[in-house]
């Protein structure tokens, strides 16, 4: 059971938007930075998306990030076949003795 | 260009031990915290905890403190994850990578993942 929670899977057709959501609570998203990772099949996971909403050097502008509250959002736009992977919201939790948490990974497939 | 290599797969028998490295390159080794993450077979990934090469400022997740021992050597810019005594349950593979511990602890780079297999 993860501290944040994402959904399982979620789909689209090549060049729609998904948006994908990471809820936590005050100890985590509520109080601190959020950020977004995507791994591809077989591959290290990757930064997409850091401080809520600030994108690396390289991602593409069609990843965006949000926070509202406890609640964290990933959108993804003009979708590719390419997108196909898991993505995964994490953020420190400054319960007990502090800790970084991920949700649990949303598997998107582009349709 | 950062970098960060990690030893190759291992495959141990449940009670042996076992030491993983990650070597960083292409940036400042001694300035940067480096973490490790576990991501069992086909699961998420779970925090393990992180270390400062400058003056080994260690600090573990709750659920691993006492189950590994994170280390550096910053005289060849390698951290290390080890176990003395490996059970079925720590096969997953391990990732090192460089984190950011301010504001909401982003992970910027990430090795290529050591897989650690073991089974009797």
């Known amino acids: 059971q993860s501290v944040l929670t994402q959904p399982p899977s979620v789909s689209a057709a090549p060049g729609q938007k998904v948006t994908i959501s990471c809820s936590g609570s005050s100890s985590n998203i509520g109080n601190n930075y959020v950020s977004w990772y995507q791994q591809l099949p077989g591959t290290a996971p990757k930064l997409l998306i850091y401080d809520n909403n600030k994108r690396p050097s390289g991602i593409p502008d069609r990843f965006s990030g949000s926070k509202s509250g406890t609640s964290a959002t990933l959108g993804i736009t003009g979708l590719q076949t390419g997108d196909e992977a898991d993505y995964y919201c994490?953020?420190?939790?400054?319960?007990?003795?502090?800790?970084?948490?991920f949700g649990g990974g949303t598997k998107l497939t582009v349709l | 260009e950062v970098q960060l290599v990690q030893s190759g797969a291992e495959v141990k028998k449940p009670g042996e031990s076992l030491k993983i490295s990650c070597k960083g390159s292409?940036?400042?080794?001694?300035?940067?915290?480096i973490g490790w993450v576990r991501q069992m077979p086909g699961k998420g990934l779970e925090w393990m905890g992180i270390?400062?090469?400058?003056?080994?400022?260690?600090r573990y997740s709750p659920s691993f403190q006492g189950q590994v021992t994170i280390s550096a050597d910053k005289s060849i810019s390698t951290a290390y994850l080890q176990w003395s005594s490996l059970k079925a349950s720590d096969t997953a593979m391990y990732y090192c990578?460089?984190?950011?511990?301010?504001?909401?602890?982003?992970?910027?780079?990430w090795g290529q993942g050591t897989l650690v297999t073991v089974s009797s």
């Open positions: 270390i400062y090469p400058g003056d080994s400022d260690t």
């Open positions: 994490g953020t420190w939790d400054s319960s007990l003795s502090g800790n970084v948490v």
């Open positions: 990578a460089r984190q950011i511990v301010f504001g909401g602890y982003a992970i910027d780079y």
């Open positions: 292409g940036y400042s080794f001694t300035s940067y915290w």
